[in-house]
């Protein structure tokens, strides 16, 4: 396949080309839900999908640490084709992790088996700040290696590369691993906002070189995680962290790929992470969609939204709860709409129920 700018897939509106190679999945189900065009069927994928329940998953991980298994470009292939293959979904994630660009630039982290992401020596300084320098592509030749091997390899299914909102990252940064207040990073962010603004401000700038990675590699859509930004007043959000989040949007918005953004509780927030740049803004369980519709306004897509706990009722229930959801979507006459769990595929969760859901998101949606 040639890249002529004559093929709408092959480069981006500033004339920048982008891998041909990426036009194989340009008229999926999910690319076309991203792009608000019809569709045969409401695409679906899981957030999570990679890993965790999967029998394979644990069995090729076996013995690996979690990040450096997100370093080895075979590995990182077979995890993320093994839901693709199983459950049949419209899209591929990417494996790897939101703290796998604060390793690439040094910073001392490590993934925790049940517990996440743990940080040695916490930022709470500027001096501390000078440990998180910029990430070059040369930092992550793995990541590039590795997308390459998943689109010759996935051909019409979507690759979704992803990075950690500058909220998030620092909020692990801050407090030095998951904490359920974010007492730290919310003392550093309303006491001293200077260093605030100047930690979100290089995190934007790694997780921005991060994307651009992803998307050069050949990525075609790119979801920002922002999991837990719904700690904050929306005033909060508009302040201290939507100006980072839009440096994000606004870096990668040269390229033509579709951008989602994330977090968990974020019912107050949904309209402004849609403004910091989102095609698609993805929702929760606890706001329904049509709500969901109205706070985020025209002219953006969604994606959600099933409580992930229902997966563990029995599959009629599963299927009524999922009914519901497409019903909400259809109601509102959009094709912009990628089914989706409100937060992630739990360890616990059955693999078939996974499965059996796929399936009935098809059946019950085919146009
Ligand atoms: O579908 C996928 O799982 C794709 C890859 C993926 C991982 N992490 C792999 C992973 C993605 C998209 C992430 C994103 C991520 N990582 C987020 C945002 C998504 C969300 O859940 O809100 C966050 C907050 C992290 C940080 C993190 N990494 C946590 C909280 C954990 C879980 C710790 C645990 O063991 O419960 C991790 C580890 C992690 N990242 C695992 C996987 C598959 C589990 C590690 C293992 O299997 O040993």
Not at 316 to 324: D, H
Request: aromatic share 6%; charged share 25%.
């Amino acid at each position: 396949m040639s890249e002529t700018t004559a093929d709408p897939t092959a480069a981006t509106h500033d004339g920048r080309t982008t891998p041909a190679r990426r036009g194989a999945a340009y008229d999926s189900a999910f690319l076309r839900a991203c792009r608000n065009e019809p569709v045969p069927h409401t695409p679906v994928w899981f957030m999570r999908q990679a890993g965790r329940s999967l029998p394979e998953y644990l069995k090729v991980r076996d013995g690996i640490p979690m990040l450096e298994s997100c370093m080895r470009p075979e590995l990182v292939k077979e995890i993320t084709l093994q839901p693709v293959r199983r459950h049949k979904v419209d899209a591929a994630i990417f494996f790897s992790d939101i703290v796998v660009p604060l390793k690439a630039v040094g910073i001392d982290v490590d993934i925790k088996p049940g517990v996440g992401p743990v940080i040695a020596d916490p930022i709470r300084s500027f001096e501390d700040l000078r440990r998180l320098r910029p990430l070059e592509p040369d930092d992550v030749p793995y990541i590039t290696e590795a997308i390459g091997l998943l689109v010759d390899e996935l051909g019409g299914t979507p690759l979704i590369g992803f990075a950690g909102a500058p909220y998030t990252l620092a909020s692990y940064l801050v407090e030095g691993g998951p904490s359920k207040n974010h007492e730290n990073t919310k003392a550093m962010m309303y006491g001293q906002p200077e260093l605030w603004a100047a930690l979100v401000d290089r995190l934007a700038d790694i997780t921005s070189a991060f994307l651009k990675v992803q998307i050069e590699a050949g990525a075609s859509a790119v979801q920002l995680f922002d999991s837990w930004v719904g700690s904050l007043a929306p005033d909060d959000y508009r302040r201290s962290v939507m100006p980072a989040s839009t440096k994000v949007f606004d870096a990668v918005a040269e390229y033509d790929v579709p951008k989602i953004h994330f977090g968990v509780g974020t019912g107050e927030l949904l309209g402004l992470m849609g403004q910091a740049g989102a095609d698609i803004v993805g929702v929760d369980w606890r706001v329904p969609l049509n709500v969901a519709a109205e706070r985020v306004g025209p002219g953006k897509g969604l994606q959600g939204n099933l409580d992930p706990a229902v997966l563990f009722a029995p599959t009629e229930v599963v299927e009524a709860k999922a009914r519901e959801v497409l019903d909400a979507a259809r109601a509102l006459g959009t094709s912009g709409h990628i089914f989706n769990l409100g937060h992630g595929v739990l360890p616990s969760m059955d693999p078939d129920a996974l499965s059996r859901l796929v399936a009935y998101v098809h059946e019950a949606s085919a146009r």
